[in-house]
């Protein structure tokens, strides 16, 4: 609320006292004409001193309805003004007529008053939709005063900072860890690791003025998401090609090795000649049927159909992924049942692939598998901590025919990640901080927050 003005002290209500003091100056020459005529003319007797007595009555009662008729008309504007200053819109002024000075001003008063109403409505609607925007955007957005305090955060920055607005209101951008993006040019694309998310970010920054005062509006764009999706998009079109010349030759090769086995059987030579040829015939045949089986791994990963979203409990589905992997001890942590809006055939394998992965990582040094999950922030996260070695490189975890495994084909984090994304979520891998080994996270929304959970 604006400060008031100072008001110069009054030795009381001086505007009814000088009104009341007009009022009775006003009658006082009637009141004294008609007295003298009562004094000194007719009537007589008893009804002369009625008169007299009832005069000065009835000039005080004309003088106060008068000083009424003033001064409770301003009561009333003074009660309808001081609505208004503290943000209340809703009283209204009775005998609001045009043509009347009073009903003129009241009319005036009161429109001011609804068109006051509709403008804060109109504020406060802008806002809670600001709001809303703010809360669903991808992006981070930061306000500092001044003073390089933080004055406002969206969701989304809360997830990039890893803090909370509570906790994050009114802190230092440097204890933030942001002072250092808010100098220099603007934009500007930079590549850091802060506590939620690491990767490539576009930084913006402007300047607006509040109360008076200079602020910093600071705006960080993710680009990762939006590279791999144009990453994505390549591998998918240069598979399809692969996939498509692939199998338009493998197809006759292999059926031209089993053609060429079957008529060196019909041919007359040496029983090592023989082991040569339909030696060398079924290598071939089968480096093409191993061909044909890594491309339809592939063309899957090309073709991954959108989610079928229907809600299902977490529990049940996690406990079923843990089941399947026999190779080590997978242990499935208690943890509270939760609903969420997946695909469940999506979801499984996409978790299948993480626990493959951690199951292959720990069956190395004798580890096992951990599996839970938790709400944090909009998202549901699983974790799939294994015990292996960690991870000695991750710039090329996400990368297609990747891959540092014996006989992988480098689709299954690919996969994994393609799966939650299409969900609205993410998938994360860094390694262990207590011990060796890695911690995987996928995430997903939860129904209902809409919120989404960015990696």
């Known amino acids: 609320m604006r400060p008031q003005p100072k008001l110069a002290p009054t030795g009381g209500a001086a505007f009814e006292r000088k009104l009341w003091q007009a009022a009775l100056m006003t009658g006082l020459p009637a009141a004294l004409l008609a007295l003298a005529l009562l004094v000194f003319g007719s009537p007589e007797g008893d009804l002369r001193w009625m008169l007299i007595a009832l005069l000065p009555i009835i000039w005080l009662w004309g003088a106060y309805a008068l000083r009424n008729r003033v001064v409770f008309p301003l009561y009333t504007l003074s009660n309808l003004l001081e609505a208004l200053r503290e943000g209340d819109y809703s009283l209204r002024g009775t005998r609001a007529h045009r043509g009347d000075a009073m009903g003129d001003v009241v009319w005036e008063v009161n429109t001011l008053a609804q068109t006051l109403r509709e403008q804060r409505l109109q504020v406060e609607e802008t806002l809670v939709l600001l709001t809303k925007v703010l809360a669903n955007i991808d992006f981070a957005i930061l306000a500092f005063d001044d003073g390089g305090r933080l004055k406002l955060i969206n969701p989304a920055a809360e997830r990039l900072l890893g803090v909370k607005r509570a906790a994050a209101q009114g802190r230092s951008a440097v204890e933030l860890g942001v002072a250092e993006v808010l100098e220099g040019p603007s934009p500007v694309t930079i590549r850091r690791s802060f506590p ?70 019909r041919v007359e030579a040496d029983a090592e000649w023989h082991e040569d040829v339909q030696g060398g015939l079924a290598l071939i045949g089968s480096r093409a049927q191993a061909l044909t089986r890594f491309m339809t791994g592939y063309t899957t990963l090309a073709r991954l159909p959108p989610p079928d979203l229907v809600s299902l409990s977490l529990k049940p589905l996690v406990e079923r992924v843990g089941q399947l992997e026999q190779r080590v001890p997978v242990q499935v942590l208690p943890c509270d049942d939760v609903q969420i809006e997946a695909d469940p055939d999506q979801l499984e394998q996409a978790l299948i692939n993480l626990v493959k992965n951690a199951a292959e990582a720990s069956a190395s040094s004798g580890g096992s598998v951990q599996l839970s999950w938790a709400q944090r922030g909009g998202a549901i996260e699983i974790e799939v901590i294994d015990e292996g070695p960690g991870l000695s490189r991750t710039e090329n975890l996400f990368v297609p025919f990747f891959t540092t495994k014996p006989g992988g084909s480098g689709i299954g984090l690919v996969l994994s990640r393609q799966i939650a994304e299409a969900h609205g979520g993410w998938v994360n891998l860094v390694n262990r901080k207590d011990r060796s080994g890695c911690r995987a996270v996928l995430a997903v929304p939860v129904p209902g927050l809409g919120l989404r959970a960015e990696g």
Do not use: Y
């Not at 990453?231 to 030759?249: A, D, F, M």
């Open 196 to 265: 939620g998310r690491a990767g490539s970010f576009e930084v913006r920054r402007a300047q607006f003025r509040q109360g008076g005062l200079p602020h910093q509006l600071l705006v960080i764009t993710d680009l990762s998401r939006a590279l791999r999706e144009e990453e994505r998009q390549t591998w998918q079109r240069l598979i399809r090609v692969l996939g498509h010349e692939l199998n338009n030759s493998l197809a006759p090769i292999k059926s031209m090795a089993e053609t060429l086995e079957r008529m060196c059987e």
